[in-house]
């Protein structure tokens, strides 16, 4: 589906969102994307089994493990990381010819993606979501019902490794109420397309510049 004619001028703005499993990252995404239907969503390669309902090339682009490692070799891809156990990556191609054509995309990985895109694409915005609390994280990790128990143990046990990297993202929002959370992250959608990049990096020239 194509949202009017695209920005030639100007290089779209590369979005990317992070959380430990369950924050609610997916669930604000999509809700974003249906009040900011011209951001274009990145379609994630993975290694993990499709879940119940979940369609190739919707949800992810499902593939076996050997491929997945032939692919990193030829390097299709833009960052990939090894995230619960499974291999996760997002293909280069796509996301550059979006960005070209000055779309915004929107990439919804992990950190350690977020670390390798904020090197090759330092323009970029990131977002960390965080849960209220553990118990809720936990609550919302059982209660999506999609996971088997061990799967949500691993998921749970992994969360405070993934959190300790929150303060290396440009924003960080607590979705504890869904409105509120998605309002934030609407506003900082809408900050950055009127004003570019968070402002402190804005900045950052004139900074080294001041120090030398
Ligand atoms: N603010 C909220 N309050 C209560 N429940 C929420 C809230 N946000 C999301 N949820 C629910 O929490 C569950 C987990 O959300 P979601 O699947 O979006 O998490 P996620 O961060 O994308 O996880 P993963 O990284 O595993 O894909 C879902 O059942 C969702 O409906
Ligand atoms: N580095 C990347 N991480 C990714 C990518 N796509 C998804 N993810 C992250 O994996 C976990 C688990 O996702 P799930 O769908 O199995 O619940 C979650 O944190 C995702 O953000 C990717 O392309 N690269």
Same mark, same amino acid.
């Given at each position: ?10 290089? #779209? ?16 995404? =999509?809700?974003? $994307? ?35 490692? &032939? ?24 996301? @550059?010819?979006? $960005?070209?054509?000055?779309? !915004?995309?929107?990439?919804?990985? !992990?950190?350690? #993606? ?27 990790? &059982?209660?999506?019902?999609? @996971? ?7 998921? $749970?046990? =992994? ?15 607590? =979705? @504890?109420?869904?409105? !509120?959370?998605? !309002? ?12 570019? *990049?968070?402002?402190? &990096? &804005?900045?950052? *020239? $004139? ?6």
């Amino acid at each position: 589906m194509s949202y009017g004619p695209p920005d030639l001028a100007r290089q #779209g703005t590369l979005f990317v969102v992070a959380a430990p499993s369950g924050a609610g990252k997916s669930t604000l995404v =999509n809700a974003l $994307l249906e009040r900011e239907p011209a951001i274009s969503l990145s379609i994630s390669h993975t290694t993990r089994p499709p879940r119940p309902g979940e369609l190739y090339g919707r949800h992810y682009y499902f593939t076996e493990r050997a491929e997945f490692e &032939r692919e990193i070799a030829e390097g299709i891809f833009l960052e990939h990381a090894e995230v619960h156990g499974n291999l996760y990556g997002t293909s280069r191609d796509r996301v @550059d010819a979006l $960005l070209e054509q000055g779309r !915004d995309v929107l990439l919804e990985i !992990d950190w350690q #993606g977020a670390a390798q895109i904020r090197k090759s694409k330092p323009d970029c915005v990131s977002v960390f979501i965080l849960p209220p609390s553990r118990a809720e994280l936990e609550r919302r990790l &059982r209660g999506r019902g999609s @996971d088997a128990p061990e799967v949500i143990e691993r998921r $749970l046990a =992994n969360s405070r490794g993934e959190i300790a990297h929150a303060h290396e993202f440009d924003y960080i929002i607590v =979705n @504890d109420r869904f409105e !509120d959370a998605l !309002d934030e992250l609407q506003a900082i959608v809408r900050a950055v397309r009127l004003r570019g *990049a968070p402002q402190c &990096r &804005r900045h950052e *020239a $004139l900074i080294a510049e001041l120090l030398a």
